[in-house]
T-cell receptor, first 113, second 114 residues
Framework: AQSVTQLDSHVSVSEGTPVLLRCNYS??????LFWYVQHPNKGLQLLLK??????LVKGINGFEAEFKKSETSFHLTKPSAHMSDAAEYFC???????????FGTGTSLTVIP | EAQVTQNPRYLITVTGKKLTVTCSQN?????MSWYRQDPGLGLRQIYY???????DKGDVPEGYKVSRKEKRNFPLILESPSPNQTSLYFC?????????????FGPGTRLTVL
């Protein structure tokens, strides 16, 4: 069975400071992992994905995530937050069958000027 | 422009009145899926389709139907909507049914059932 736990429902950071959004997963198979972003009243956009290649994955807008199998984690980071990063972020896991995708409950990121 | 479109974007209806939310993609994707998004619950998969005439249940299929008669279209049907189906619905598509393929999402349909 697959599942995702996003450890923080809300994160607030000051503009220019680092961002850390935490995600732990559970998967019976070798998983694929994704981070999506949802800006207010918008659809979802892919930030980055892990698919069993490099464990450090770089995405768009300066975001990156590291797959740690021993910790079953896939935390999202960014060195310096920008006001435009304020949004809802979802961690997603999929088993290697590729049929179903499991979303975390989301982390709302607030960026303080 | 490559995209997933949904219609309508907003819908207010009453209990028991059948409705259909359409979803169409122009990327020749094989895989399509429907999700509902509720506060505090994230997105939950309703149904998915690996290809034409192939559909399967996700985590929350009760009260919904789907069909996939054409590759580009994947309508979501609520035969007898109830208030607990009030939600934000997203359609998504991807190249194929492999876990590493990213999904492309539509803009969402906000449904209110009174």
């Amino acid at each position: 069975a697959q599942s995702v736990t996003q450890l923080d429902s809300h994160v607030s950071v000051s503009e220019g400071t680092p961002v850390l959004l935490r995600c732990n997963y559970s998967s019976s198979y070798s998983p694929s992992l994704f981070w999506y972003v949802q800006h207010p009243n918008k659809g979802l956009q892919l930030l980055l994905k892990y698919t069993s290649a490099a464990t450090l994955v770089k995405g768009i807008n300066g975001f990156e995530a590291e797959f740690k199998k021993s910790e079953t984690s896939f935390h999202l980071t960014k060195p310096s937050a920008h006001m435009s990063d304020a949004a809802e972020y979802f961690c997603v896991v999929s088993a290697n069958t590729g049929n179903q995708f499991y979303f975390g409950t989301g982390t709302s990121l607030t960026v303080i000027p | 422009e490559a995209q997933v479109t949904q219609n309508p974007r907003y819908l207010i209806t009453v209990t028991g009145k059948k409705l259909t939310v359409t979803c169409s993609q122009n990327m020749n994707h094989e895989y399509m899926s429907w999700y509902r998004q509720d506060p505090g619950l994230g997105l939950r998969q309703i149904y998915y389709s690996m290809n034409v005439e192939v559909t399967d249940k996700g985590d929350v299929p009760e009260g919904y139907k789907v069909s996939r008669k054409e590759k580009r279209n994947f309508p979501l049907i609520l035969e007898s909507p109830s208030p607990n189906q009030t939600s934000l619905y997203f359609c998504a598509s991807s190249l194929g049914g492999y876990s590493y393929n990213e999904q492309f999402f539509g803009p969402g349909t906000r449904l209110t059932v009174l």
